[in-house]
């Protein structure tokens, strides 16, 4: 266990702390606590909490299994992505499973690394759409109330990291591309190449780090070859 601080964003002051489960994930609804926990060989574990009554209502754990992407969480349900392709919906007053869903199927045949799907970075949700980036080459969209595949994209030069904003999921490949999808139905609206921008004698663009979307601008940090 470890000792949560609740901050206030506004003025730095802390306004509470708690003893609860070392958190490497959290997101607050209302007055409960959502936190993602390192476990043991047993796995990972979800839990939610209350602020006020400082303690942990539930607790959530699937055997040996480790959480891989992020959660996200809406007032009713948090969703959760695991190294074996799953992906669950958890309801967020007690814990209980509200569908099971899998991105395994969707395996990736590049090298170097070939093999299932896996959901990675961070699970964003746009209005009843759950979006997930896998580790390699696709990105989903599970309707959040049942986990039904909406839609899927998949990209020939893979993908490096995603982005919600505005409604809109933005794409950057490991190559240095961007594309641009609906966050609803994921079309592609925009394909761009950042190698353009690079500086001259610099043969590629390797995306790094967090990029950073505002409504005229996308921010990526590269390391370039040459």
């Not at 002051?13 to 489960?21: I, T």
């Not at 043991?40 to 699937?62: I, L, M, P, Q, T």
């Not at 696709?138 to 109330?145: I, K, N, P, R, S």
Request: proline residues 4%; neutral net charge.
């Amino acid at each position: 266990r470890d000792r949560l601080s609740l901050v206030n964003a506004q003025s730095g002051v802390v306004e509470g702390e708690r003893n609860w489960p070392i958190a490497s994930a959290t997101a607050q609804i209302g007055g409960r606590f959502v936190g993602r926990a390192y476990g043991d060989k047993d796995g990972d574990f979800v839990y939610g909490a209350s602020w006020s009554a400082a303690n942990v209502k539930w607790e959530y754990r699937r055997p040996r299994q480790k959480v891989s992407a992020t959660f996200c969480a809406s007032t009713t349900s948090v969703f959760v992505g695991y190294v074996d392709g799953a992906i669950r919906c958890l309801d967020v007053l007690n814990g209980a499973e509200r569908w099971a869903a899998s991105v395994a199927d969707l395996e990736s045949v590049d090298p170097p690394e070939p093999g299932p799907g896996v959901p990675d970075g961070m699970l964003c949700l746009f209005e009843d759409v759950v979006i997930c980036r896998l580790s390699r080459d696709y990105v989903v969209g599970m309707e959040a109330a049942t986990g039904a595949r909406r839609w899927t994209w998949r990209s020939e030069r893979g993908v490096s990291a995603g982005y919600l904003y505005q409604g809109r999921y933005y794409v950057i490949s490991h190559c240095g591309d961007c594309y641009v999808l609906d966050a609803r139905s994921g079309r592609e609206l925009r394909h761009m190449s950042l190698t353009s921008t690079l500086p001259a004698g610099a043969k590629r663009a390797r995306p790094v780090g967090a990029c950073v979307v505002s409504e005229t601008h996308l921010f990526v940090p590269n390391q370039t070859d040459g």
